[in-house]
């Protein structure tokens, strides 16, 4: 079947730390890999994507990079700030039609 | 653009009570899907339209569940005979179908007493 696995957080970071939150994927198929983030008081967007084995997601200065080897779809920031608190969520969707999403990684960015 | 509306934000019932939420869409996205969020979980797949087709619903989704989207624009999701477990998160997001960017609504908080 298809499944995301995210690591648990709660993450908490100073200002301008390195960011890494793993995610894991199960998939039959070929996948397309998505990070979505949720501020607080606001709805899920859309951070970034791959759709294909080595594609790099970028976006705000976020990166993932889709990982085929390993099923892995890590999100990476260099240099973390306050607004990046958030909650940010893993998913993948096999057939365009459903999305899985992983349980979220709580992010707290302290100045 | 005004993004995915759903209503109403927060709904509070008791438990044997049915009740009904909406979503609107962006106009110009034709699928609409709804899910399912709980506290420390990720958001679970419900069902999906494309216009006004029901094209999948999850295996996991109670008969008390039913969802419709008469027209291919807006959307109700009502839940009949609440129980405790329904207490949830319900989540409106739409899409157009090559991109696979989800734009999701802020959702309704259901609350079964």
């Known amino acids: 079947g298809n499944s995301v696995t995210q690591m648990e957080g709660p993450v908490t970071l100073s200002e301008e730390a390195f960011l890494t939150i793993n995610c894991t994927y199960t998939?039959?198929?070929?996948?397309?890999l998505f990070w979505y983030v949720q501020y607080p008081g606001e709805g899920l967007q859309l951070l970034l994507k791959?759709?294909?084995?080595?594609d790099k997601g970028s976006n705000k200065g976020f990166e993932a990079t889709y990982r085929k080897e390993t099923t892995s779809f890590h999100l990476e920031k260099g240099s973390v700030q306050v607004s990046d608190s958030a909650v940010y969520f893993c998913?993948?969707?096999?057939?365009?039609?459903?999305?899985?999403f992983g349980t979220g990684t709580s992010l707290t960015v302290i100045p | 653009d005004t993004g995915v509306s759903q209503n109403p934000r927060h709904k509070i019932t008791k438990r044997g009570q049915n009740v009904t939420f909406r979503c609107d869409p962006i106009?110009?996205?034709?699928?609409l899907y709804w899910y399912r969020q709980t506290l420390g979980q990720g958001p679970e797949f419900l069902t999906y339209?494309?216009?006004?087709?029901?094209?999948?619903k999850s295996r996991l989704l109670s008969d008390r569940f039913s969802a419709e989207r008469p027209k291919g624009s807006f959307s109700t999701l009502e839940i009949q005979r609440t129980e405790q477990g329904d207490s949830a998160m319900y989540l409106c997001a739409s899409s157009y179908p090559a991109n696979e960017k989800l734009f999701f609504g802020s959702g309704t908080q259901l609350s079964v007493l």
């Open positions: 998913a993948l969707s096999a057939t365009g039609n459903q999305f899985y």
């Open positions: 106009s110009e996205h034709n699928r």
């Open positions: 998939a039959t198929g070929y996948p397309s």
């Open positions: 339209f494309q216009n006004e087709a029901q094209l999948e």
């Open positions: 791959a759709t294909k084995a080595d």
